[in-house]
C-alpha cells in the first residue's frame, strides 16, 4: 500500500524568506502526487498536481514542486511567503492505478509565518 | 460553477444516536469520495461512490455507510455514535474516475460527538 511522509509537524518562517515543505511517497509505480492547502475549518484547496512529464510543476499562490523519483519526493517550494500563506498543508498520493478518488494522505505540515 | 457543497457545516449529537451529513458534487462530476480528519489519525479515505454503486471502502467499521443518487449527490451515514467519531468529514468529487484530474474538495461538515 502506497504511504505519505511529512517529515515536518510544524515549519515557522518569516515573511519574506523562501519555503520548502517535504514530502515523501512510497509507491510502486509512477504516482500521481498532489499538494493541498486547509486552512482552519475549511476544506483542502488544491495547491498544484503531478501526473507526467515535467518533473517541476507550477501552481498557485506562486508555489511549485519537484518531483524527483530517485529519491521518492516531490517537495513543495515558494521563494517568498507571505502572511497568508499560513495554513496546513497536505502532501497526497493517488491510490494504485493513479486514481484521484482515493488518496493516501501525510499527516500535514502546520505553517506559521512571523512578521 | 458552484463548487462541492457539504451540508449541514457544523452538527452536534450524542453518543448512541446516528447520522447523516450531505455532499453534492460539482456539476458533472460523478465520483464522490469521503474522508474523516481528525487530530490523531490524520486525513483517511472513507469511501467512493460512482454510478450509485460504493467502488471503494477504506478500513471502517460498518457502522459508516453512503450511498449515492442518480443526481450523484451523495450521503454518508454514521449508526451508533462514538465519541472518536468527532472529526470533520470531507466530501471530494471528480469528473471522472482516475485519469488526469484532481479531487475537488468541499469545506467539510464538523461532527461533534458527546
Known amino acids: 500500500a502506497q504511504s505519505v511522509t511529512q517529515p515536518d509537524i510544524h515549519i515557522t518562517v518569516s515573511e519574506g524568506a523562501s519555503l520548502e515543505l517535504r514530502c515523501n511517497y512510497s509507491?510502486?509505480?509512477?504516482?500521481?502526487l498532489f499538494w493541498y492547502v486547509q486552512s482552519p475549518g475549511q476544506g483542502l484547496q488544491l495547491l498544484l498536481k503531478?501526473?507526467?512529464?515535467?518533473?517541476l510543476v507550477q501552481g498557485i499562490k506562486g508555489f511549485e514542486a519537484e518531483f524527483k523519483r530517485s529519491q521518492s519526493s516531490f517537495n513543495l517550494r515558494k521563494p517568498s511567503v507571505h502572511w497568508s500563506d499560513a495554513a496546513e498543508y497536505f502532501c497526497?498520493?493517488?491510490?494504485?492505478?493513479?486514481?484521484?478518488?482515493?488518496?493516501?494522505f501525510g499527516k500535514g505540515t502546520l505553517l506559521t509565518v512571523n512578521p | 460553477k458552484a463548487g462541492v457543497t457539504q451540508t449541514p457545516r457544523y452538527l452536534i449529537k450524542t453518543r448512541g444516536q446516528q447520522v447523516t451529513l450531505s455532499c453534492s458534487p460539482i456539476?458533472?462530476?460523478?465520483?464522490v469520495s469521503w474522508y474523516q480528519q481528525t487530530p490523531g489519525q490524520g486525513l483517511q479515505f472513507l469511501f467512493e461512490y460512482f454510478s450509485e454503486t460504493q467502488r471503494n471502502k477504506g478500513n471502517f467499521p460498518g457502522r459508516f455507510s453512503g450511498r449515492q443518487f442518480s443526481n450523484s449527490r451523495s450521503e454518508m451515514n454514521v449508526s451508533t455514535l462514538e465519541l472518536g467519531d468527532s472529526a470533520l468529514y470531507l466530501c471530494?468529487?471528480?469528473?471522472?474516475?482516475?485519469?488526469?484530474?484532481?479531487?475537488?474538495f468541499g469545506q467539510g461538515t464538523r461532527l461533534t460527538v458527546v
Open positions: 497526497a498520493v493517488g491510490d494504485s492505478g493513479g486514481s484521484n478518488y482515493k488518496l493516501t
Open positions: 471530494a468529487s471528480t469528473p471522472i474516475r482516475g485519469g488526469d484530474t484532481e479531487a475537488f
Open positions: 509507491y510502486g509505480a509512477t504516482p500521481y
Open positions: 503531478y501526473f507526467s512529464g515535467d518533473t
Open positions: 456539476s458533472g462530476h460523478r465520483s
